[in-house]
Structures are given as structure tokens and as C-alpha cells.
Antibody, heavy 122, light 109 residues
Framework: EVQLVESGGGLVQPGGSLRLSCAASGFTFSSYEMNWVRQAPGKGLEWVSYISSSGSTIYYADSVKGRFTISRDNAKNSLYLQMNSLRAEDTAVYYC???????????????WGQGTLVTVSS | SSELTQDPAVSVALGQTVRITCQGDSLRSYYASWYQQKPGQAPVLVIYGKNNRPSGIPDRFSGSSSGNTASLTITGAQAEDEADYYCNSRDSSGNPPWVFGGGTKLTVL
């Protein structure tokens, strides 16, 4: 069974740090591009960060650039998101999602994890 | 950055056909993908590319695209289709590389 399981969420004070993990199973993780997508309470989906299958290419949304760091360990089938200098507006459910494409103009996110809630509050 | 615009809410009678649209300049260059999200659950991919359904997605779901508009059509909507639907595509500006629409809440009456 294809599965992504996030962990590491929780309550953190503004300015604090948190490290999210995403464990993959049931598919060849090392061949998948990976993403973090978040959803603030009652709001829509927001793409956060991308990492290529080898880890050589990384992108961030402007809202997290300089504060968040995405990484992966293909030997451990794991994806990570190190979040520093957290703000109240970072409060959201964070999903890891596989990135797939069949051409330069056609890509999609699949599979998705169940998400982990990050709450930034004093 | 570009935007993808969706109607906030759409309703459909049980068994009828509904079209959910997504508009944005990036859709002139890139195909949209569509995600279904039920309350308290993670998003699920329902359509990708020109009109492709992942394994397990009923064939009542279909996708199309014309100009700057992508559409998700549900033919014969079922009660279990009531959910939020999000479109997504690459961003023409590349910053950010991907963008989601604001989502459409589908109510099945």
C-alpha cells in the first residue's frame, strides 16, 4: 500500500522551531519528487516547498523562504521540513505530497499524507 | 505570481451533472490537476493531465480545458461527492512554481 505518514507537528511559540518528518512506504521513494503543502484552519491549500528526487533542486514559497528548509533521506525513505522563526501565520496542517509529471506542462501531486498540525501560539 | 480562480460554492441535485471551473493565465500553458478534500481528510487526486483519472476514481469524474479555463465535471453526482475541490497547476511566472485555486465547496442536494 502506498503511504505517506507525517509526524512532528505540535504547539510551538512564535519564533520557535519545529521539524516535520514524512515517512514513505509502498513505492520507490527515491524516484519521486516531493512537496510540502499546507492548509491553514478553514482555508485553502498552499504549496510550501519542493525537492527533486535526488535532492539537488529545491524551491520554496516566498512566505517561507529563508525560514524553512526541505530535505530528504532516500536511504530512510523520508522527507523533512525544518521550520525556524515560526509565526502565527504558519499555523496549518502540513501535508507531504509526491510530485509526478509526464511532461513539462503536465504534473500533479500524488500520493498525499494525512497531515500534521502545526500551531504557532504563545 | 499567477492566480487560479474558482467559484467558492456550487450545488447540484443528486444524480445531475455539475461543472466546477478554474480560471487562470497559467492554464493556457499548463494542464490543471484536481483534488477532492472531504472534512478532516487529506486531499485526494481525482483528475490530472488532459483528462486522466487515478486508479480508484469513478469514471463520473472527468476533466477538460479551453483557453484559460479548466473544468472538472461530475456526471451523475453522488452524495459522497460532496466535498471541497481544488485545482492546481504550474505557475507561468515560476514564482511560486505551483499554485492552487481557492477551492469550491460542492453541495449535493
Amino acid at each position: 500500500e502506498v503511504q505517506l505518514v507525517e509526524s512532528g507537528g505540535g504547539l510551538v511559540q512564535p519564533g520557535g522551531s519545529l521539524r516535520l518528518s514524512c515517512a514513505a512506504s509502498g513505492f520507490t521513494f527515491s524516484s519521486y519528487e516531493m512537496n510540502w503543502v499546507r492548509q491553514a484552519p478553514g482555508k485553502g491549500l498552499e504549496w510550501v516547498s519542493y525537492i527533486s528526487s535526488s535532492g539537488s533542486t529545491i524551491y520554496y514559497a516566498d512566505s517561507v523562504k529563508g525560514r524553512f528548509t526541505i530535505s530528504r533521506d532516500n536511504a530512510k525513505n523520508s522527507l523533512y521540513l525544518q521550520m525556524n522563526s515560526l509565526r502565527a501565520e504558519d499555523t496549518a496542517v502540513y501535508y507531504c505530497a509526491g510530485g509526478r509529471s509526464s511532461s513539462w506542462y503536465e504534473d500533479w501531486f500524488d500520493p498525499w499524507g494525512q497531515g500534521t498540525l502545526v500551531t504557532v501560539s504563545s | 505570481s499567477s492566480e487560479l480562480t474558482q467559484d467558492p460554492a456550487v450545488s447540484v441535485a443528486l444524480g445531475q451533472t455539475v461543472r466546477i471551473t478554474c480560471q487562470g493565465d497559467s492554464l493556457r500553458s499548463y494542464y490543471a490537476s484536481w483534488y477532492q478534500q472531504k472534512p478532516g481528510q487529506a486531499p485526494v487526486l481525482v483528475i490530472y493531465g488532459k483528462n486522466n483519472r487515478p486508479s480508484g476514481i469513478p469514471d463520473r469524474f472527468s476533466g477538460s480545458s479551453s483557453g484559460n479555463t479548466a473544468s472538472l465535471t461530475i456526471t451523475g453526482a453522488q452524495a459522497e461527492d460532496e466535498a471541497d475541490y481544488y485545482c492546481n497547476s504550474r505557475d507561468s511566472s515560476g514564482n511560486p512554481p505551483w499554485v492552487f485555486g481557492g477551492g469550491t465547496k460542492l453541495t449535493v442536494l
